[in-house]
């Protein structure tokens, strides 16, 4: 049997994407922009990605850009976003549990002249909103704040956070990296006074190199590259329409079943979680409650050094992650958000982070279990003396 | 592609002395020129005429991939572009050396270049001697450009002159790696880690001569997948210069675990290593290697103190050959550098498991203790080595990858 527990680094593509993309690039490969026939054929597909996404969300299809990726939606979200306001303030707001792809965004804008507060986080990983509202300031212009933790799957108060930001002040811009809970939780931008939001295609059964930002209409952006001024200017370069066609084909499948897939989720979580309580010197270190994502679990296993375990469940045919995936493999590397909910250099560690997909079944995780009971006395044996 | 030259003279030091052997060695130079020539785009003849090499264009070529491949073929001292023409006399001799100049430098009154001329025949009947030649030679260079200057001592230009069959002119040496081509002097088999010192230990062997063959211990799950597809990578660098390269891979864990289980921490390490020095022995027995390989350098860390270098030497009767034994760190940095390991060497993926290592590990192992200890492991070790070697993954590494 294979199990792979590592969907949050990325996930299996569905068939149907890989078959649509497929066709895409062989036989309708026009570019987008080209006046013939073969243009509009992929205009077409374009078309159809806006008209998914918009009626998913309930926004306007002209508020979104297609980017790369999550990474380059969050850059484009924050640096084209604080130099664009750069003249109303210079204080950005977000929290000590961000994605790198928000945390290192920040550290450059603080280069340039920014300042940034980072909001700590509750030994559940999530932030405060009082915290929040002590932050902001005059002088603030962003918010951001990530809907899901990648490392440990705390859900952020994210509708309230959004309310709060717009009573102090409407010009705030609030922006929320929903690349983990996309698809796993409805998300509705304008309900949730979010302004830019950022997606991810390879997170959810999608294609990688794809991802896009919402960017609501009103909001001031400057592109971060230039080009040949597709998608308003904000983002040059030729759309990659089958990639972007293959994302929408899976956001699609997995709204048609969210409702169901969550609550199976939610069963896999807490059959799960039971088990890992039976192991002896383990502790779970994500929220089990509804702070919690239902796809992700973290956690330590006292003695085990955390790739030890992996390679060790490897060599069983079961995939899982040290840390996060984009840290993971880095020499010396701590994790910022296990640190940030308080845990000891013997936790962080020891830190295995499992996560799940609509594609996991309860047999592979009881293997994984039963796996887990047989090997672990054997590698706790095995420690450093 | 236009190459001005359409030949290379191959320039070959150690072996232009090794008496009776001699054309072995040559032709030794050859089959590894030929195969270094082989990754390409071009086809080449490779000849051998009394004691010289010449690599001849065949077609079209790439240039600076083909002095790449040879500069790293062990051997070549030198490589040198050559053009060539017929004899048909001196007058076209000196038209020809003037385009040659015209064609390479583009001397002008802006860019003054010092000259000398060093000419060479081989063939006696030819009417003029080498000396002759060079102040003829001259007198022509001088008067063709004006700015031009000779200077005996360290000209900018040495033109070299030979009279052969045909004449060769060239004027630029490449420098090569030296050593003697590979194969010359038997096998020995590798220690090799992801580590820093021992890709470049065995590009060092191998610059003598000799075929490497490689043993690498992996101890899965506390060594990853990727820290063994590093020691590919590293091995495949290293085959640029050696040729293919076997690379046995040995599962080393339970053998770990025992060591771990049955005898002192402190000895941990020194134990491991005579254990690893048993197995690659069995390796190059069955293999024909003639010697073990490794990156030690004295002094480096714990196990290489000279009582515990001794300790694990101990535990093999084939010679330990350590090019390393006495560079600094840093010297075998830069060494890695230039052969184009240190990249690979140095990223961070868990090697042969930290954990096994003790806090305060012997620096001067008692060698009757270390016997006892190992005693210990009577019981099961054998048959644990038994099946470390019959169980090993062969893996042969080329440089180019197939897919």
């Known amino acids: ?385 | 592609m236009d190459n001005y030259y359409q030949s290379f003279l191959i320039k070959y030091a150690e072996i232009g002395i090794k008496g009776k052997n001699r054309h072995l060695f040559e032709e030794a130079l050859v089959r590894q020129i030929k195969f270094a020539l082989k990754k390409v785009a071009g086809s080449f003849s490779v000849r051998r005429t009394s004691g010289r090499i010449y690599v001849d264009a065949q077609t079209d070529f790439d240039y600076d991939d083909t002095v790449m491949a040879l500069k790293s073929v062990f051997g070549i001292a030198g490589i040198c572009p050559v053009v060539s023409m017929a004899d048909e006399g001196f007058s076209e001799l000196s038209n020809f050396v003037v385009k040659f100049l015209n064609d390479v430098y583009h001397p002008d009154a802006k860019k003054p270049l010092s000259f000398k001329v060093a000419a060479r025949r081989s063939r006696k009947d030819y009417p003029l001697d080498s000396m002759e030649l060079n102040a003829k030679l001259g007198a022509v260079i001088l008067e063709s450009f004006p700015s031009m200057r000779v200077d005996v001592h360290k000209p900018d230009i040495m033109l070299h002159v030979e009279i052969r069959e045909k004449i060769n002119l060239y004027s630029e040496i490449i420098p090569g790696p030296g050593g003697m081509p590979v194969g010359t002097n038997g096998k020995a088999m590798l220690l090799l880690s992801g580590g820093i010192d021992s890709p470049v230990a065995g590009y060092m062997i191998a610059k003598r001569g000799v075929k490497i063959d490689a043993v690498y211990f992996h101890a899965p799950p506390y060594t990853s997948e990727r820290a063994k597809q590093k020691v590919i990578d590293l091995a495949r660098i290293i085959s640029r210069y050696t040729g293919p390269i076997y690379l046995n891979i040995i599962n080393f864990t339970d053998i770990q675990l025992y060591i771990y289980d049955q005898c002192p921490h402190e000895e941990l390490t020194i134990i491991m290593r005579r254990y690893m020095m048993r197995i690659a022995e069995q390796i190059a027995n069955q293999t024909e290697c003639l010697g073990l390989i490794t990156g030690e350098s004295i002094g480096q860390v714990a196990s290489q103190t000279l009582k515990s270098l001794a300790a694990t030497n101990e535990a093999t009767s084939l010679p330990v050959y350590r090019p390393l034994i006495g560079f600094d760190k840093m010297e075998i940095v830069s060494l890695a550098g230039q052969i184009g390991t240190y990249e690979t060497s140095i990223q961070p993926y868990e090697d042969c498991c930290t954990i096994f290592v003790a806090k305060h590990p012997v620096t001067k192992p008692n060698p009757k203790r270390i016997l006892r200890s190992e005693t210990r492991l009577a019981e099961r070790i054998e048959g644990l080595v038994e099946n470390a070697v019959s169980g090993r993954e062969l893996v042969i590494v080329r440089e180019l990858e197939e897919t």
């Open chain 1, 1 to 385: 049997m294979e199990v792979y527990l590592d969907n949050s680094a990325t996930t299996k593509c569905f068939p149907e994407v890989a078959e649509l993309m497929k066709k895409i690039m062989l036989e309708e490969y026009g570019n987008s922009s080209s006046l013939h026939k073969k243009g509009l054929e992929a205009e077409s597909y374009l078309r159809y990605a806006k008209d998914i996404i918009a009626r998913n969300l309930k926004i306007n299809e002209k508020e979104l850009v297609f980017t790369s990726g999550g990474t380059e939606a969050n850059n484009l979200a924050l640096v084209g976003c604080a130099f664009a306001n750069a003249r109303t303030g210079r204080h950005l707001i977000t929290t000590k549990i961000e994605h790198p792809a928000v945390e290192q965004t920040m550290k450059y804008l603080e280069q340039e002249g920014f300042r940034v507060t980072y909001l700590p986080v509750s030994k559940n990983g999530v932030i405060s909103l009082t915290d929040l509202k002590k932050a902001i300031n005059h002088d603030t212009i962003l918010v951001s704040i990530m809907h899901t933790n990648n490392e440990i799957g705390s859900l952020q108060p994210i509708a309230e956070a959004g309310l709060l930001i717009k009573e102090l002040n409407p010009q705030i811009i609030f922006h929320v990296d929903a690349v983990q809970g996309f698809g796993k939780c409805q998300i509705f931008p304008n309900r949730m006074n979010i302004d830019l939001l950022t997606v991810s295609g390879h997170k959810i059964h999608g294609p990688k190199g794809v991802g896009f930002l919402y960017a609501e209409e009103k909001v001031k952006i400057h592109p971060i590259s230039f080009g040949g001024n597709q998608q308003r200017g904000l983002r040059s370069g030729t759309l990659n329409v089958p990639g972007i066609a293959g994302m929408a084909k899976a956001i699609e499948i997995n709204y048609q079943n969210m409702a169901k897939n969550i609550e199976k989720l939610n069963e896999l979580k807490s059959y799960f979680a039971a088990g890992l309580k039976g192991l002896p010197e383990t502790t779970i270190n994500s929220p089990l409650d509804e702070k919690g994502a239902s796809h992700i679990i973290n956690a330590s296993f006292a003695g085990i050094k955390s790739e030890v375990l992996l390679h060790a469940l490897e060599a069983k045919n079961i995939f899982v992650s040290a840390g996060s995936a984009c840290s993971a493999g880095k020499a010396n590397h701590q994790s910022a958000t296990l640190k940030a909910i308080g845990l000891n250099k013997g936790e962080i560690e020891s830190a295995i982070r499992f996560s799940f997909s609509y594609y996991t079944e309860m047999e592979e995780l009881s293997y994984t279990l039963q796996t887990m009971y047989d090997i672990i006395p054997m590698l706790r044996k095995y420690v450093k003396r």
